[in-house]
C-alpha cells in the first residue's frame, strides 16, 4: 500500500474516531443539560411549594396576630368605659348639691362611727359643707345613741375626693368615695359590664 493510502485511512479514521467522540460529547452533553435542567425544575417546585408554605403560615400568623390585636383593643376600649363610669358615678358624688351631700356624709358617719371619740379628715373641697357646726349635730345624734359624741376635723387632704377619713390613735378608716367605689367594684364591676354591653356575667 502506497503511503498515500495508508496517510488517507489513517486520516479518515482519526477523522471517523474525532466524528465519534464529538457525537459522543454531543449526547453526554445533552444529557447533563437534560439532568441538570430536571434537577432545577425539582428545586424550583420545591422552593416555590416552600415559599407557599411559608407564605400561608404567614397569613395565618398575620390573621391570628389581627384577631388578638383587635380582641384586646376591645378589650381595652370596655374596660376604658367601664372605668369611665366609676369616675363618672364618683365625680356624681363629690358633686352633688350640698343638702344631699350632708345627708349622705350624716349616715356614713352615724354608722361608721365606733366610740364617737374620732377625728374626720375631708377633702379640700368639703370645707365649706363639712365644718364644726356640721359635725356639731352629728356629735348630738352620737351622744343621744350612747357614744362620746366628741368627733371632730382634723383638717383636709388632697387625696380625699369626697367622702371621710376617721382616725383614732390605733386605727384610720377610709370612708372616701374613691376607697369605697374600689371596694364596691370587685362586686359590682361585671354588672356593670352586663349593662354596658349586653354580656352575661
Known amino acids: 500500500m502506497a503511503i498515500e493510502g495508508i496517510l488517507e485511512k489513517i486520516t479518515r479514521n482519526a477523522e471517523e474516531k474525532a466524528s465519534a467522540i464529538t457525537e459522543e460529547g454531543r449526547l453526554k452533553r ?8 430536571a434537577q432545577a425544575r425539582d428545586i424550583s417546585e420545591r422552593i416555590i411549594e416552600e415559599a407557599r408554605a411559608k407564605a ?22 370596655k374596660q376604658k368605659l367601664v372605668e369611665d363610669c366609676f369616675q363618672a358615678a364618683l365625680e356624681d358624688l363629690a358633686n352633688l ?14 354608722n361608721l362611727v365606733s366610740s364617737g371619740d374620732e ?6 373641697h368639703d370645707e365649706k359643707r363639712i365644718d364644726p357646726a356640721f359635725l356639731d349635730r352629728i356629735n348630738d ?40 367605689l374600689a371596694q364596691l367594684r370587685e362586686e359590682v364591676q361585671s354588672d356593670v359590664a352586663g349593662i354596658l354591653f349586653g354580656e352575661d356575667k
Not at 400561608?56 to 376600649?77: F, G
Not at 377625728?119 to 379640700?124: G, K, T
Open 30 to 37: 445533552r444529557e447533563i443539560l437534560s439532568r441538570a435542567e
Open 56 to 77: 400561608e403560615l404567614e397569613r395565618r400568623r398575620s390573621s391570628v396576630s389581627a384577631r388578638l390585636e383587635h380582641r384586646k383593643e376591645v378589650l381595652q376600649q
Open 97 to 110: 348639691p350640698a343638702e344631699e351631700y350632708r345627708a349622705l356624709i350624716r349616715k356614713m358617719l352615724l
Open 119 to 124: 377625728r374626720v379628715l375631708i377633702s379640700p
Open 141 to 180: 345624734e352620737l351622744k343621744a345613741a350612747g357614744k362620746q359624741g366628741n368627733l371632730r376635723l382634723e383638717g383636709t387632704s388632697p387625696t380625699v375626693r369626697g367622702g371621710f377619713v376617721l382616725r383614732t390613735e390605733e386605727v384610720e378608716v377610709d370612708c372616701s368615695f374613691g376607697a369605697l
